[in-house]
């Protein structure tokens, strides 16, 4: 079959499309948040001027660089209304005359990683392979349809004499909205020379001169992210341990702990996954000594474990009756307490007994006004207030917030004044009466004002990026949450957006 390449602006005129593009483009930095009261949703990016047909947030931008990391030019990318596809305005600099490809890459890192032709270490290579959706494992041309051939295909870019270049094209099989075909969060890598559109995998167009993240364009509550390696991650519960600053993040597939130290830009291995008593890693807790403590999830167990040796101290199992899923941890004075998922318990730890320490069963939930649902996460993110006075928990399933009474064990509904937190997964406290949900499928921070006696709530704001993806939980660090992108919607298909990693938002100001 003969494919005709699609129109593309020539150089003049798409530097002229490019600077329309990008004026009123600010540069991504700290999100200057509304004050607390006001409910708002931060748009994750601003339209240009003279582009008014596009959707709000619908635009997004490239900074790109060269292996050595200086500025190798830009570009801008804006949703076509009636989806029409992505219009891609780029300009480059600093390259050889001649022809050049470039394409968006799967992943979301411009860093050295394998090439998949070689096994060897190239520049960028941890951009992964073209932009493939539907796995086709065809590189073809630009236009062609996303279920023959690789979505991410683009036209060359002219350099001239001056090392400059420009292009403007529209790729009808790409989104900025979330989905399968969507490109926010993933890179686009300018490669040394011509494609031909014909040879596996990347049109023979060698190395990778030029890459960049593609990012919502304007002011962000992001500021800060930490990555990990591996396909399979899926990281789910994180702990800060606020005497050294350094993080805890767990595997929920794998069970491995991951350590993120402060200022690091990538995660590293803690604690292979089944170490005793754990095969997964959801809820974390440090608590005053230091020590570590993991909640397994449907293993069913909860470990302790030494940060300065990495070895696991002690294991405190469930009685293996029924569905298990212990899910998060919570300390309140020298009781570590721990919510079932599945089951109608709320399970109990006297961490002073030490080697004697035992899972209780503390209180049984069918004697309170909770009512466990079948076959859905129930109780999930847990905290306690600041003096041991209260438990607050989140079931998922219907988006109720119910407050314990530790001394009483009486158990009370939140008020929420008309709001649900649905899909409610970790709780934060930020604060005596400040308190953040964590809402994993609809991709969202919830700021919500506790009353003093935590037995109403409303929620202030409801804070949106495009680069939350199926978040499970947080923690705080200073002014910032560190939030953990599960992304566990997609085990299963489609694949997730690698690398995964933990993202730094802004408190609101």
């Given at each position: ?309 990495a070895a696991t101290l002690q294991v405190m199992e469930g009685p293996k009756d029924g569905h298990a899923f212990l899910n998060d ?181």
């Amino acid at each position: 079959m003969t494919h005709t390449l699609p129109q593309t602006m020539p150089s003049a005129a798409a530097a002229a499309a490019l600077a329309l593009l990008l004026s009123g483009c600010a540069a991504t930095g700290n999100f200057d948040m509304p004050r607390a009261g006001t409910p708002t949703t931060p748009a994750a990016g601003v339209v240009p001027p003279g582009l008014a047909a596009a959707a709000e947030g619908a635009t997004a931008q490239v900074a790109l660089v060269n292996p050595a990391g200086s500025p190798a030019g830009r570009a801008m990318l804006r949703e076509l209304p009636g989806n029409a596809g992505v219009e891609i305005a780029i300009e480059v600099h600093g390259m050889s005359p001649g022809r050049h490809g470039f394409h968006i890459h799967a992943h979301g890192a411009c860093a050295p990683g394998p090439d998949a032709a070689t096994g060897q270490i190239v520049a960028f290579g941890a951009a992964g392979g073209h932009f493939d959706p539907f796995t086709t494992r065809n590189h073809g041309r630009p236009g062609q349809s996303a279920h023959e051939a690789h979505a991410g295909e683009l036209p060359n870019i002219d350099v001239g004499a001056d090392g400059r270049g420009s292009l403007r094209y529209t790729n009808p099989q790409l989104t900025l909205q979330p989905g399968r075909t969507g490109v926010l969060g993933r890179t686009l890598v300018v490669h040394e020379k011509e494609d031909d559109y014909a040879s596996d995998p990347a049109g023979d167009s060698g190395g990778r001169i030029a890459c960049g993240m593609i990012e919502p364009a304007g002011p962000s509550m992001v500021t800060g992210r930490v990555t990990f390696e591996g396909a399979n991650v899926f990281p789910e519960g994180i702990a800060i341990d606020p005497a050294t600053g350094v993080a805890y993040v767990g595997s929920s597939t794998e069970g491995h702990i991951y350590r993120l130290a402060p200022g690091a830009a990538k995660a590293e291995m803690f604690q292979s996954g089944g170490s005793p008593g754990r095969q997964a890693a959801y809820g974390m807790e440090v608590d005053p000594q230091g020590r570590l403590w993991v909640a397994s999830g449907p293993n069913d167990a909860v470990a302790l474990i030494d940060p300065k040796t990495a070895a696991t101290l002690q294991v405190m199992e469930g009685p293996k009756d029924g569905h298990a899923f212990l899910n998060d941890l919570a300390l309140a004075g020298p009781f570590l307490y721990v919510t079932d998922s599945f089951r109608p318990t709320l399970w109990r730890i006297d961490t002073r007994q030490g080697p004697a320490a035992r899972l209780e069963p503390w209180l049984d939930l069918r004697g309170t006004p909770i009512r466990y649902e079948p076959n859905q996460i129930n109780l999930n993110g847990i905290v306690a207030s600041p003096d041991g006075r209260w438990l607050l928990s989140v079931q998922q399933s219907t988006g109720q917030l119910w407050r314990i009474d530790p001394a009483t064990r009486a158990v009370t509904q939140v008020r929420l004044d008309g709001f649900d937190l649905k899909h409610g997964d970790g709780l934060v406290l930020a604060g005596p009466t400040d308190l953040y949900v964590v809402r994993n499928a609809t991709h969202e921070l919830d700021r919500v004002a506790l009353s003093p006696e935590w037995d109403s709530a409303r929620v202030l704001q409801r804070l949106h990026d495009p680069r939350l993806k199926y978040p499970t939980t947080a923690a705080l660090a200073g002014s910032a949450l560190w939030v953990v992108n599960g992304q566990t919607d997609k085990q299963k298909a489609p694949p997730p957006l690698l690398p995964f990693d933990v993202l730094r938002v802004a408190l609101p100001r």
